[in-house]
Structure formats: C-alpha cells, structure tokens
C-alpha cells in the first residue's frame, strides 16, 4: 500500500469518526441529546480529533508533494547524454562536427526546417548531435517559439520508455497528493466535493 493511499484512508476514517460521533450526539428527531453546553464540548472535541490527524495527513502530504515536484523538474531537466547508451553517444560525437558544419549554412526558416525533420527521422545520436549543436550556436532565441518547440521535439525523442514511465508515475503522483490536499480541506470544513477548496481556513 502506498503512502498516498494511507494518506486518502486516513483522511477518510477521519471523516467517519466525526460524523458517526456528531450523528451521536442527535436523537432520531434531530434534538441534542446533551445540553447546548456539554453538546458544544463534545462536537468541540470531535472536531479537534479530526483536525489533529488531518493536520498530520496535510503535512505529510506537503513534503510529498514538495519531494514530487523536486523529482519532475529533475527528471524533465535531465541532461540528454544519460539517455543514450554507448553506441548512441558515439554516432551522436561522430556527427557533432558534421551538425555543426550543417546548421552553419542554413537560414532561421532553414534551419527550423532541418531540425523539423531531425526529429522525425533521425537515430537517437543524430537528434542530440543536432541538438547540442543548436545549443552551442546560440542560434535559437529564447522568445522563439516555434524553435523552441522543435527543440523541445528533440529533446523528447531521446527519452527512453523508462524515462517516460518515471515522468508518468511522477506526474501522477503529485496529481494524488493534489486531490488528498484537496480532501483535506473539504474534511476539516465538513463540505462535499462540489465545494470548490479555498486553503485560507486556518487549521481549527
């Protein structure tokens, strides 16, 4: 079982255990069972042994969510050369000079064009070739767009399945950890999920 999905059941048995000790406090016909006093000191003491573990479950899943974020924007940073096997980074070497060589004659349309159909077709070792040599020229702008997702398209292409996979599973995981934060919220605040959360409602 996943830290996530301890996190979710104890946010939701949480939940349980206020509503089945409010329910307590009520008879059939809806009157307190105790007077408005010790019937507002129970509620009181239900609540706050719901907010002590959901403040728990909220902290634990900052760290994780923080952790998570870390790890995405390692992996989607991740230099290109760890991609590539032995055999990918030497053609990749090999043709270095020859990108290089290539892309020194080509203007900005020309080049788009190139790079358009490097990332298509080309082996793994010929994208990065191409693409360090892009890099080193300088010769795609910031602001560039369109440039820029054609790098973008190369970068990509060097990615492996695994690479991939972690990405994924590192995506979903912060998109978990988003929804428990989430249930969080709507648990402390005793409202359903039609409720759009808003996180300025101190901890009670």
Known sequence: ????????????????????????????????????????????????????????????????????????????????????DKEELARAASGYPLAVADISNLNREELAERLSAVSRGASKGDRLAYLLAVRASRRVDEGDIEAGAILDQLSAGLNTDAHKAEVEATQRCIEEASEIKDLVWLTRNEQSASYAPQYNVPVG
Do not use: W
């Open 1 to 84: 079982m996943s830290t996530l999905t301890q996190l979710r059941q104890r946010t939701e048995a949480a939940r349980r255990a206020f509503e089945e000790g409010r329910d307590r406090l009520f008879r059939p016909d809806g009157a307190h069972i105790y007077a408005d006093t010790e019937h507002a000191e129970r509620l009181g003491n239900l609540r706050a042994e719901r907010n002590a573990v959901l403040r728990e479950v909220e902290e634990a899943t900052k760290e994780l969510l923080s952790e998570a974020n870390g790890d995405l924007t390692a992996l989607q940073n991740i230099s290109p050369l760890s991609l590539l």
